[in-house]
T-cell receptor
């Protein structure tokens, strides 16, 4: 079964500290993985996707098929990074159905 | 600007009545839209995939007769919660798929609709 696991409900760090938001997935084929972010009082929006291999707002995420993980990392957290982060999985194909993890609230303290 | 417009943002209705939620794709035509439901402090749960010109595909456990989906045009999908009950109170979010291809284009999300059934 398709499943996305984000073990941490809350991650609190100080400004300037490194951040790693964990995401593990379960999928039998070759999934596509995404990170979505929801800032306070804003809609959910795409942060990055593994296929793009890009860094957005200083965040990166590498798909590790051996460990079935797609952890989100940033070397130096900023206060404006405080938000809810969702890891999501798509099995590909035309439907683009996304399965979301439970989300991790990142709180960056000054 | 917003790519997806969802309306209303908040609705309160009495038990037994029906509520319609609209999701509009503003910048592009969308053959596929998705409806999610989010309970407080929980993740988004996919309810159904709305397909333009054909029947919606519902996820397991979602009652299709209770959550009616209509995707009559390439820019509009509606979700109607019929005979609403207090347990239907939730946050409903639509999303629109942009583009296509083997590796799927990202989804754009609406702002969500907070439904409260009294």
């Amino acid at each position: 079964a398709q499943r996305v696991t984000q073990p941490e409900k809350l991650l609190s760090v100080f400004k300037g500290a490194p951040v790693e938001l964990k995401c593990n997935y379960s999928y039998s084929g070759s999934p596509e993985l995404f990170w979505y972010v929801q800032y306070s009082r804003q809609r959910l929006q795409l942060l990055l996707r593994h296929i793009s291999r890009e860094s957005i707002k200083g965040f990166t995420a590498d798909l590790n098929k051996g460990e079935t993980s797609f952890h989100l990392k940033k070397p130096f957290a900023q206060e404006e990074d405080s938000a809810m982060y969702y890891c999501a999985l798509s099995g590909g194909g035309a439907t683009n159905k996304l399965i979301f993890g439970t989300g991790t609230l990142l709180a960056v303290q000054p | 600007g917003a790519v997806v417009s969802q309306h209303p943002s908040r609705v309160i209705c009495k038990s037994g009545t029906s509520v319609k939620i609209e999701c509009r794709s503003l910048d592009f035509q969308a053959t596929t839209m998705f409806w999610y439901r989010q309970f407080p402090k929980q993740s988004l749960m996919l309810m159904a995939t709305s397909n333009e010109g054909s029947k919606a595909t519902y996820e397991q456990g979602v009652e299709k007769d209770k959550f009616l989906i209509n995707h009559a045009s390439l820019t509009l999908s509606t979700l109607t919660v019929t005979s609403a009950h207090p347990e239907d109170s939730s946050f409903y979010i639509c999303s629109v798929k942009q583009g296509g291809g083997e590796y799927n284009s990202p989804l754009h999300f609406g702002n969500g609709t907070r439904l409260t059934v009294t």
